[in-house]
């Protein structure tokens, strides 16, 4: 009974912790890209689970299907040869049929599977409805290179009012990777391409592209959990055309820089992987922002001038613990800084005691001009990544000002006792500062 309570405490404490996220993507609409080799991973059902979640806790969902490997499948079982051309499948009319059978068939699998009342999952019972239709308006590509394309064309334009509809009347939308000419031809789309444009022209919150990897890893083989726009079309620029992942990532890329805020890489063999890249901090695959004017970095010995002038104001309110120039230079590799436009408008220091495998978050300062834009809290999950990447599992930080801050970001009061020996020895008591920890064992 012990293991079980502490089971149920473990899942109280990650659903606590999930209630920011859960506020935030309320009423929020999500482009979600599901491949062919989705719907015939036997994880499937997970996911089908995973968004009749997010539909119930008011996410609004437009589902995107491809078929890659199920066209495949008929066109070999015809014997028929299907050349692949600068990323686009050539589509001659005697072709077109076998993929309109294959596309009609993932797509009834996917109904059918949000259909079934998801009978012992958390959500049975759950009436889902989802919506399908002609809402994708396509033109041919042409002749490309001196090759006929055929019945393959591209999204011309999303019908966003129909969409929007169906969404406000609380319908999943599902579009297929079919589109429809105004004098009634039907054009074999990339899925990827879709899935973009319908983020594009819903103006979505987000766009989730399912993929066989779990994300972007780091050439030391790390899973980077958030890249920007710039990096990813590099990596993309890299990536053989073979690479499963390229499109899925150039499709990223290509939403971010059309205006979308965020778009994420996750794994369909990954059980819970959407739940947990949007419900918890730590993520399951990779995030791509848009490209910014400001550049979260290490600090270097060229911006100690800069960080004094952004801690002296504080320091001489007694808000920060005063630091000459000699200490922060001999300091400078313990700080994370945010630069906007080569000025130095944040900052935040991370310093281990490996022993007890804690870190003191420390002199997390953020110029009064540019607070009230998360700059905090992109420093406060910097500075997490890079203590769970040195292996510690606890963060602690004394404060005279700010507890209400960290508070709602997680961390616990606690005493002198919860301090590193070696802190608890150099402890001000004068100065009576508040002691906050947070475990990073959790989300």
């Known amino acids: 009974m012990r293991e079980e309570a502490h089971n149920?405490?473990?899942?109280?404490?990650w659903f606590r912790h999930s209630s920011p996220y859960i506020n935030s993507h309320r009423n929020k609409t999500f482009v979600i890209f599901i491949p062919g080799e989705a719907v015939e991973s036997p994880l499937f059902p997970n996911i089908i689970s995973d968004l009749a979640l997010m539909d119930s806790l008011g996410v609004r969902l437009v589902l995107v299907q491809g078929a890659r490997p199920q066209i495949e499948r008929i066109l070999q079982n015809r014997h028929l040869d299907s050349d692949i051309h600068c990323g686009f499948r050539v589509t001659p009319h005697d072709h077109l049929l076998d993929i309109i059978q294959a596309s009609a068939g993932v797509r009834v699998q996917i109904e059918a599977q949000l259909s079934m009342g998801l009978a012992n999952t958390p959500m049975a019972g759950a009436?889902?409805?989802?919506?399908?239709?002609?809402?994708?308006?396509?033109?041919?590509?042409?002749?490309?290179?001196?090759?006929?394309?055929?019945?393959?064309?591209?999204?011309?334009?999303i019908d966003r009012d129909a969409i929007f509809r169906l969404l406000k009347?609380?319908?999943?939308?599902?579009?297929p990777h079919l589109g429809f000419s105004p004098t009634g031809e039907v054009f074999n789309l990339k899925g990827e391409d879709v899935a973009t444009q319908a983020a594009i022209q819903l103006r979505a919150d987000k766009l989730?592209?399912?993929?066989?990897?779990?994300?972007?890893?780091?050439?030391?083989?790390?899973?980077?959990s958030e890249i920007l726009a710039r990096d990813a079309q590099y990596i993309v620029e890299k990536m053989d055309?073979?690479?499963?992942?390229?499109?899925?990532l150039k499709a990223c890329v290509d939403a971010v820089r059309g205006g979308i805020p965020r778009a994420h890489l996750i794994s369909y063999n990954e059980n819970g992987g959407l739940i947990r890249e949007l419900f918890t901090r730590e993520g399951a695959?990779?995030?791509?922002?848009?490209?910014?004017?400001?550049?979260?970095?290490?600090?270097?010995?060229?911006?100690?001038?800069?960080?004094?002038?952004?801690?002296?104001?504080?320091?001489?309110k007694g808000v920060l613990v005063r630091r000459s120039r000699e200490l922060l230079e001999n300091e400078i590799e313990r700080f994370l800084i945010i630069e906007?436009?080569?000025a130095i408008v944040a900052c935040a220091?991370?310093?281990?005691?490996?022993?007890?495998?804690?870190?003191e978050l420390a002199c997390l300062a953020v110029n009064p001009a540019y607070r009230g834009e998360n700059r905090g809290e992109r420093l406060l999950k910097g500075i997490e990544k890079e203590a769970r990447r040195q292996g510690l599992t606890r963060l602690f930080l004394l404060t005279t000002r700010t507890a209400h801050w960290f508070i709602e970001r997680g961390f616990v009061e606690g005493d002198v006792n919860a301090l590193p020996s070696q802190k608890k020895t150099l402890y001000n008591y004068q100065r009576n500062s508040k002691i906050f920890v947070r475990d990073l064992t959790k989300s």
Request: charged share 25%.
């Open 8 to 13: 149920d405490l473990n899942y109280v404490d």
């Open 340 to 342: 906007r436009d080569g």
């Open 208 to 224: 989730i592209m399912f993929n066989e990897e779990e994300g972007i890893l780091s050439s030391e083989g790390q899973l980077l």
């Open 285 to 316: 695959g990779t995030m791509i922002d848009e490209d910014s004017y400001e550049q979260l970095r290490s600090a270097n010995i060229d911006d100690v001038g800069g960080m004094m002038a952004l801690l002296a104001p504080l320091e001489d």
């Open 241 to 248: 055309d073979q690479n499963a992942t390229k499109s899925a």
């Open 127 to 157: 009436r889902l409805k989802v919506c399908s239709g002609n809402y994708v308006i396509a033109r041919p590509l042409g002749i490309v290179d001196g090759i006929d394309f055929g019945h393959s064309g591209e999204v011309r334009r």
């Open 169 to 175: 009347d609380n319908n999943m939308v599902l579009l």
């Open 349 to 359: 220091a991370l310093y281990p005691f490996e022993t007890e495998r804690t870190a």
